[in-house]
């Protein structure tokens, strides 16, 4: 959204004077509303196309990037309807480990933020052993990096000390497998087998660890 599009949104609609967010309405939020308005500017085909078009991008941005900002904005897209409409994380997971190198997507993913991690790093450093609150904070990070060895690291640590979660121990599971450890994965999973109760993601992620790296499910 440039200058012009900003022009013709406000048209008309008088300057603000206060910070004060009922000075327009006493109504509630109309959540729907908000998300069919923000919709049309998420569309990834046409807000590249509006970037594309903008007289402030054709001065600034050099016409040799045009072709890799698209995929950053199908990446904008996916996020956004992931917070509006819920999606499978892990498979988004997935697909931004090993199809991009964008780290903001696998910390949002993960829920967790560069100002989160930093904290929880800063943390870290000062404690002998990070505290557990840190933790998925510290194993987003190294994800975010592709730094696999210590995601693992991390993750076995939570499962040493009794803290890890069942979402963790998915993700433990595919990273072992994204890096070729499946026996690891295998013996993950046949050992918290009481644990984990068949559903729809269950049956998706052993199907994703079976096609792409040869992973066994338990009977």
Same mark, same amino acid.
């Given at each position: 959204?440039?200058? !012009?599009?900003?022009? +013709? ?13 009922? +000075? ?6 109309? #959540? ?44 904008? !897209?996916? +996020?956004?309807?992931? $917070?509006? @409409? $819920?999606?499978?994380? /892990?498979?988004?997971?997935? /697909? ?5 190198? /964008?780290?903001?997507?696998?910390? #949002? ?5 560069? =100002? ?5 790093? @800063? ?14 904070? /510290?194993?987003? *990070?190294?994800?975010?990096? +592709?730094? =696999? ?6 993750? #076995? ?13 998915? &993700? ?14 295998? @013996?993950?999973? $046949?050992?918290?087998? *009481?644990? &984990? ?9 052993? *199907?994703?660890?079976?096609?792409? =790296? $040869? ?5």
């Amino acid at each position: 959204m440039d200058g !012009e599009e900003i022009d +013709r949104i406000t048209e008309g609609i008088a300057p603000l004077t206060d910070f004060y967010p009922k +000075r327009l309405s006493d109504a509630p939020w109309d #959540e729907q509303a908000s998300h069919r308005f923000a919709s049309t500017y998420m569309s990834a085909s046409s807000a590249i196309q509006r970037f594309l078009g903008s007289a402030m991008i054709d001065k600034i941005w050099p016409p040799a990037l045009n072709k890799p900002p698209q995929s950053y904005f199908i990446v904008r !897209e996916a +996020r956004y309807l992931s $917070g509006v @409409t $819920g999606s499978n994380g /892990l498979a988004e997971l997935d /697909l931004y480990l090993r199809h991009s190198r /964008l780290r903001v997507p696998v910390l #949002e993913v993960l829920g967790s933020d560069e =100002f989160r991690l930093s904290l929880a790093e @800063t943390v870290a450093r000062n404690s002998e052993i990070p505290p557990p609150e840190t933790m998925s904070d /510290l194993v987003a *990070g190294a994800l975010a990096r +592709r730094d =696999f060895d210590n995601a693992i690291r991390l993750l #076995e640590k939570e499962k040493e000390l009794g803290t890890l979660e069942l979402n963790d121990l998915f &993700i433990l599971a595919y990273v072992y497998c994204l890096t070729g450890e499946v026996k690891k994965a295998e @013996t993950l999973v $046949g050992s918290n087998i *009481g644990l &984990i109760k068949r559903d729809w993601f269950v049956d998706w992620l052993w *199907g994703k660890l079976q096609a792409d =790296f $040869g992973f066994h499910p338990p009977p």
